[in-house]
């Protein structure tokens, strides 16, 4: 190490070569770090013991600018007492730049060893502190001796003070002083992991004990509720049955009401165990008004098997709203010459099942909203519907979440116009194919298939005549599987009409970047041939 020399203000070279900067002895600290460091305070040789009432304000220095903790009025700013003499600074937000750290005391209070306001000795960790541009990590640690300027060199000042060993064993010593609070800073921090540990254990078991607290709520309030439904059914059942009427419990009055069949079912405080013998001719009376808030929040369970429905036409917002709905015997039900089911079931979602295995469909032509937001339905059975007639789908599975499997591998959809978010937000499907459909007369296709997420398998016939460009947005698993890839290329290939050789404008499909990639270049290109150009979003 080169001799140095200082005045008491401004740091200045003096001497030879320059300094390595790599010499043990210099703690280089990111200048744009928050850091700390212990000062060790020194009247003459002797240690300053910092008095109680003590105000004093120790400098942090880097050329012009300066950075300041101590005590005032006995308040500490940024800083603390670490022992007698030695203080621990927090250097946070300092805004200090590039270069060698100097440090000044100024101590308030009159003593005997010094005169007001005289600097007095100050000793750093690690004896020189150099702030750098480049990342590092500083580890504080307290220096053996003194010095009076913070920029000498530590080892020439521990010699003036009788070290008798080598620079090498002096500069060792640090390291061992370094991996010592390294494992002492360890410690801490695994102790402060196993408190902040502690604390979430104890916040998860309160969270537990909550949520226990609430199931066993939830299973008291259950059991009351199915309590209160046996004694209900024991009074209906009690009643004598009449098949021209229905026999309902009013949950308002407490009362078991009797209507006539023919009557609305439009009563939102009526619970029904009993449904008579009922013709229906042409459009079903109601239960709810559709497109409003009405509807029933205490039937559960409906048995429709006595009613005849063979000469019903319309069965459009018939169960609208009806929240608690969970499932109803259609047993005999064909719907052959239904025509209308706009909104037959929109907003049950508490439905989990109907069987609709004897419905036919075959006069159906507006099936919009049909079961939109039935998200708890998982299972329906389609596959004996004739759909040969419908020409509205729009919005017809709209938001079923629940629903896994729907069999539309038979549906003949050659007369419908409208299919605008007609599986939008079904994302528990995971196939659909309609390769006997065809989609000439579609007008409108908006987000037909929107966020169904694990869509993996569809065979979709390109056959969109009128269409001038098809979003297949949200179904980034299409092709995902051996026979969903092979449904890809189907699509795209056999299963893509000729629009050139029919004369008809190109239509742009939009898919989604993954599936865009399942298809390569050829199949892209071939598919662009015949009039269908393919992008990616």
């Not at 006995?74 to 440090?103: I, Q, T």
């Amino acid at each position: 190490m080169s001799d140095m020399c200082y005045n008491d203000r401004e740091f200045s070279r003096c001497g030879g070569a320059e300094e390595p900067q790599t010499a043990k002895g210099i703690v280089k600290i990111n200048y744009k770090e928050d850091f700390e460091v212990v000062v060790e305070l020194m009247a003459g040789d002797e240690p300053y013991k910092i008095g109680e009432v003590d105000d004093f304000e120790i400098k942090f220095q880097v050329g012009v600018a300066t950075y300041s903790v101590g005590r005032k009025a006995g308040v500490w700013n940024r800083c603390e007492l670490a022992d007698e003499n030695k203080v621990r600074c927090f250097l946070s937000k300092h805004k200090l730049h590039v270069g060698r750290l100097r440090v000044e005391v100024y101590v308030k209070t009159q003593d005997a060893n010094f005169d007001n306001g005289k600097r007095l000795h100050v000793a750093i960790a690690e004896g020189v502190v150099e702030l750098v541009r480049e990342n590092s990590r500083f580890d504080a640690a307290e220096i053996k001796a003194y010095m009076p300027m913070v920029l000498t060199d530590a080892y020439k000042l521990a010699k003036e003070h009788g070290y008798g060993g080598t620079q090498e064993e002096y500069y060792n010593t640090f390291s061992d002083i370094t991996s010592l609070l390294g494992e002492l800073r360890s410690v801490a921090k695994n102790e402060s992991q196993r408190v902040e540990a502690e604390k979430k254990r104890e916040e998860y078991t309160d969270k537990i004990h909550a949520t226990l607290g609430e199931a066993e709520r939830l299973a008291a309030l259950r059991k009351k509720e199915y309590e209160q439904e046996m004694e209900v059914r024991k009074v209906v059942e009690a009643e004598p049955k009449d098949p021209q009427y229905n026999i309902w419990f009013d949950t308002k009055t407490g009362t078991v009401k009797r209507t006539p069949v023919e009557d609305h079912l439009s009563c939102t405080t009526y619970r029904v165990y009993y449904m008579g013998a009922y013709t229906v001719k042409g459009r079903l009376g109601r239960f709810s008004a559709p497109y409003s808030n009405s509807g029933n929040q205490y039937v559960k369970e409906l048995d429709l098997s006595r009613w005849d429905t063979t000469l019903m036409t319309d069965v459009s917002g018939m169960f609208y709203n009806w929240v608690a709905l969970r499932s109803v015997n259609f047993y005999g039900w064909t719907m052959k010459n239904v025509r209308g089911a706009n909104g037959m079931f929109e907003n049950c979602d508490s439905l989990k099942y109907i069987d609709t295995s004897s419905w036919q469909m075959k006069s159906l032509q507006n099936a919009s909203y049909m079961f939109s937001y039935c998200t708890g339905l998982d299972a329906l059975d389609t596959s004996k519907w004739d759909l040969s007639e419908l020409t509205s789908g729009s919005f017809m599975f709209r938001n079923c979440s629940s629903l896994q499997e729907l069999d539309t591998s038979k549906w003949d959809l050659s007369n419908i116009k409208w299919t605008e978010f007609m599986f939008q937000k079904c994302s528990s499907l995971k196939k659909l194919d309609f390769r006997n459909s065809t989609f000439r007369k579609v007008e409108g296709a908006s987000d037909m298939f929107y966020g169904v997420d694990s869509l993996q398998e569809l065979w979709l016939p390109l056959t969109f005549d009128l269409l001038k460009e098809l979003k297949i947005n949200g179904t980034s698993k299409w092709g995902e599987t051996e026979e969903g890839l092979k449904s890809l290329k189907w699509t795209f290939g056999e299963g893509a009409d000729d629009r050139v050789a029919k004369g008809l404008k190109p239509c742009m499909i939009t898919l989604d970047r993954k599936v865009y990639d399942r298809l390569s270049d050829e199949e892209r290109a071939a598919a662009a041939k015949k009039g269908w150009t393919i992008a990616k979003y």
